[in-house]
């Protein structure tokens, strides 16, 4: 928490550059289905990409409401909440990267 207040910008990037990683692979992944002869619906209704999906939308609220002009609005606060779900998608890419393991 700390080092959030203390460099605010460079905490902000890291969020951006997450999200459009995040984003990516989920655009990605959303391409190819096909290729591997899922239906597209089928694929964004599996849980795990409707989490995926769920982790990066509060991001986009935000600078869609804030583009016009709400700041503090309630609704951010909720939205904020959901971002916990980006913690369950690291976890998720963990168990593929041997060098991101963070349980043993």
């Not at 203390?6 to 550059?17: D, F, N, Q, T």
């Not at 990605?28 to 899922?38: I, N, Q, S, Y």
């Amino acid at each position: 928490p700390e080092i959030g207040h203390k460099y605010p910008e460079a905490m902000y990037a890291l969020e951006v550059i997450c999200t459009l990683i995040f984003t990516a692979d989920y655009a990605a992944r959303l391409a190819v289905c096909g290729e591997a002869g899922v239906v597209r619906w089928d694929f964004v209704r599996k849980p795990l990409n409707v989490l995926d999906v769920l982790a990066v939308f509060p991001f986009y609220v935000e600078c869609f409401l804030r583009i016009f002009g709400a700041k503090d609005a309630p609704a951010l606060k909720v939205l904020r909440l959901v971002r916990v779900v980006r913690v369950i998608r690291v976890f998720k890419v963990g168990r593929y990267a041997s060098g991101m393991r963070v349980t043993a």
